[in-house]
């Protein structure tokens, strides 16, 4: 019998037909839709005269740019209260669910659906967003769209596509101290480069994957697009499904007792070939930082940043104010944002509670916490992280993307570096001028409390 | 849709590598909702200071470069989905893209909205690059039934790879909507047998 992939196993189980010696039309189980990137699409069917075909299997929600505080107020910034009432409006026409400000589910489209068991092993989905890879954590083939296919999905519910080749990333051993999922995917990504994915759907696999925590998953899973892969998955196991059970809209009982003997079906078949393989250690891996302009110009901390002769290498640099074979500990930094779809569910927080109890944030920073969902704002406050946070000098807000792409007020100044918990240092990504070094949840709390970069690994006990 | 068959034209250079969509075109501009202006901001804070004033080094304020072709460096495009930045490119004029690399689905972005991204070998690129630095007012040629890319005059042609249906697509101005409308009842098919198939409904 043919060995077939996790991916080609749920690829292929939403083939509905092919283009001669063309694109497959591939069925999209879930559509996930924001503010963002829907209006033009929305404007297109209706201009076309073309009613949205399956309603119900699209989750609308507000997040990329809703402020992170007063939002129970009207919105003050124009455009974006025009975007959010377009997409009130947009949704309420087509019979659409929406989660806008003031509900309790509103939150990062990548962060609400896991959380509400609307993300499901062996689905497809899509949404205007790149990091919707994040899904793939479940055995999910989940990833970003443009708005004409957002068009396409509301239209067809499918998508014309061509099969993407496969690539797996093993990674075998124990982590050690203070390393995190975060670290493993920057790693990963330093190590292979921005482009390296491009073409391809990615596969993690390894013990390393296997034992961590389904936010973990999602954490490495949300930066698969930042080494140019469309997507990235980890094949569903017991750690999976005891996470999808008990969500609010995730099947029960016996429905999910039939979906659980499915969903074991999916994993990779021994012997089954990929495009492209990568192997790496887990002991190689160490706390990470970013000293570039791009996901991949990544050092671990203890790391001098590298010496090559480029002129993009050269450019970044110049942007970031960083030369050659520098070290960055001791560099002083006055922004720290934890957040964003890669890092802001609860487990992040709780990482950052667990490290800054009992101490404070240095003088000079401004550290943010912003929760990726009213569900994670919730648990914050009942597991008592909030006085922690209070205590600590930290600033706890309502969620949304926020300082992650700055489309809302949380934005870092012009010539600031700013220690990110999200998935993008480009240039000005956070705010015209702002220099990004991307970090784990842990990296960026003890960078918080010293007001400085440091060796979190000589913090830890 | 616009067609496109054949363009000759002079270029840009913008030997930038990984240029990501938030250059192309910042967040802060994707809070309208329609597609249209964007080309005012395209590639923003390379173009203008913080006091809106144009940086004369930015190769789009160099009236000695123009044409309805940009060169770019390797892996134009990745980050961000905003199909925003292919809004900009073609709303500034831009009807072609040639670099040695684009990242996923910024190329399909473009692809649906009739701006075509040519990938090139890093030698041709490079040569390219170097011939329109040498001659602004050199014209490339761009044959996409024959999928060829060359400069006007000079022995200097590549070949380039485009997936069939898209091509039929830039060429008879066609878009995917129609197409998977057409295949509506197949799809209906497919819904109903996976429904009797009841373990694997997602």
Aim: glycine share 8%; aromatic share 8%; with cysteine.
């Amino acid at each position: 019998m043919e060995k077939k992939t996790l991916f080609d196993k749920v690829w292929d189980s939403h083939v509905v037909s092919e283009v001669p010696n063309g694109p497959q039309v591939l069925y999209i189980d879930k559509h996930l839709i924001h503010e963002v990137t829907s209006p033009q699409a929305f404007a297109e069917l209706e201009e076309r005269n073309i009613p949205v075909f399956r309603p119900n299997q699209i989750v609308a929600t507000a997040d990329h740019n809703v402020p992170t505080i007063n939002q129970h107020l009207p919105i003050e910034d124009e455009l974006s209260k025009n975007q959010l009432e377009q997409l009130t409006k947009n949704c309420a026409k087509n019979n659409i669910e929406l989660y806008d400000l003031g509900h309790e589910y509103q939150g990062i489209v990548h962060v609400i659906a896991p959380e509400l068991g609307i993300t499901l092993p062996g689905m497809t989905m899509v949404c205007g967003d790149s990091h919707t890879s994040t899904h793939g954590a479940f055995g999910t083939i989940a990833f970003g769209i443009g708005t004409s296919q957002v068009a396409q999905v509301f239209a067809s519910q499918c998508l014309l596509l061509n099969k993407p080749k496969s690539l797996r990333v093993n990674v075998e051993g124990k982590l050690g101290k203070g390393v995190t999922p975060k670290d493993v995917i920057l790693y990963i990504i330093s190590k292979i480069g921005t482009n390296s994915g491009t073409g391809y759907f990615c596969e993690y696999a390894g013990n390393v994957f296997q034992e961590m925590s389904m936010e973990g998953r999602m954490t490495v899973c949300n930066m698969s697009i930042e080494m140019g892969a469309r997507g990235g998955m980890i094949a569903p196991d017991e750690v999976t499904f005891d996470y999808v059970k008990g969500k609010k809209f995730a099947p029960k009982g016996a429905v999910l007792e039939e979906k659980i003997a499915y969903w074991k079906t999916l994993p990779t078949d021994e012997g089954a070939v990929f495009d492209k393989e990568y192997h790496f250690k887990a002991e190689d891996i160490a706390p990470m930082i970013t000293y570039g302009t791009n996901p991949g110009m990544g050092i671990k901390i203890s790391e001098n940043i590298p010496n090559l002769e480029d002129v993009s290498f050269q450019k970044a640099l110049d942007y970031m104010g960083f030369k050659k074979g520098q070290s960055l500990i001791d560099k002083p930094i006055n922004y720290v944002f934890i957040g964003s779809c890669t890092n802001s569910r609860i487990e992040d927080f709780r990482v950052v509670a667990d490290y800054i109890q009992g101490k404070q944030k240095a003088k000079n920073v401004i550290a943010l916490i912003v929760p990726g969902s009213q569900q994670v704002a919730k648990q914050i406050k009942e597991e008592g992280l909030t006085t922690i946070f209070e205590t600590a000098g930290f600033e706890i807000r309502q969620p949304g993307c926020s300082a992650c792409l700055a489309m809302n007020d949380d934005k870092i100044p012009a010539g600031e570096y700013c220690v990110s918990t999200s998935n993008r240092n480009f240039e000005g990504r956070q705010g015209q001028g702002s220099k990004t070094l991307l970090s784990s949840p842990l990296v960026a709390a003890a960078i918080a409390v010293e007001g400085k970069i440091i060796d979190i690994t000589k913090h830890l006990n | 849709m616009e067609k496109f068959i054949k363009l000759k034209s002079t270029a840009v250079p913008l030997p930038v590598e990984n240029i990501d969509t938030d250059q192309i075109i910042p967040a802060r501009f994707l809070k309208v909702t329609n597609k249209i202006g964007f080309g005012n901001n395209l590639f923003r804070d390379w173009r203008y200071d913080d006091k809106d004033q144009p940086i004369t080094s930015f190769v789009l304020n160099n009236t000695s470069f123009s044409g309805t072709i940009l060169v770019a460096g390797d892996n134009f495009g990745c980050g961000s989905s905003r199909e925003h930045a292919a809004w900009a490119l073609t709303d500034y004029g831009f009807k072609v893209i040639v670099s040695s690399y684009f990242a996923d689905i910024f190329k399909g972005n473009a692809l649906n909205n009739g701006l075509l991204p040519i990938q090139v070998s890093p030698e041709f690129l490079k040569n390219i690059l170097n011939r329109i630095k040498e001659n602004p007012l050199i014209q490339l040629i761009i044959d996409l039934e024959a999928q060829t890319i060359s400069v006007e005059k000079i022995e200097l042609i590549e070949s380039f790879e485009i997936d069939a249906y898209k091509k039929l697509c830039m060429i008879n101005g066609y878009d995917d909507i129609d197409f998977l409308i057409s295949n509506k009842e197949k799809i209906e098919t497919f819904e109903a047998n996976r429904n009797k198939e009841e373990a694997i409904v997602s």
